[in-house]
């Protein structure tokens, strides 16, 4: 069986070990990507199945990147944030995103939501296979 992929896109080192121990825990491949330019790439090279894309990044806002993956594919999206904006949600879902998570999350409740997306995008990838 081929391990879906998720493409993680955040600066923080503790962040992202985490998530990398988590995700790989739950047999995923894990790629992670720190700016849009990488993100992008990745995206095109590597073809994720889900991407985690962090708010409060160098260079730019998640909310950027998440706008541009929009913009080029329909991979499931959650943004993620330590902020507690409530702002912060509106622009993502505006930016396109698919879900959105608070940190610091809950191992239990991050994996349902990766489990939730993916789900949902082997569905809808099935559909389109069948319609065409």
Known sequence: MVKKRVLVVEDDL????LLN???????????FAMNESSTLEAAEKWDP???LIDVLLPDELGFEICESVRERTSVPVMVMTARTIDADRDAAFAAGA????????????LMERVRRLLQGATVERLSMAAST
Do not use: A, H, N
Request: hydrophobic share 35%; no cysteine.
């Open 49 to 51: 199945d889900l991407m």
């Open 21 to 31: 121990l988590w995700l790989t825990g739950e047999g995923y491949e894990v790629r």
């Open 14 to 17: 503790p962040t992202r070990q």
């Open 98 to 109: 698919d879900d959105f998570i608070q940190k610091p999350f809950d191992w239990s409740d």
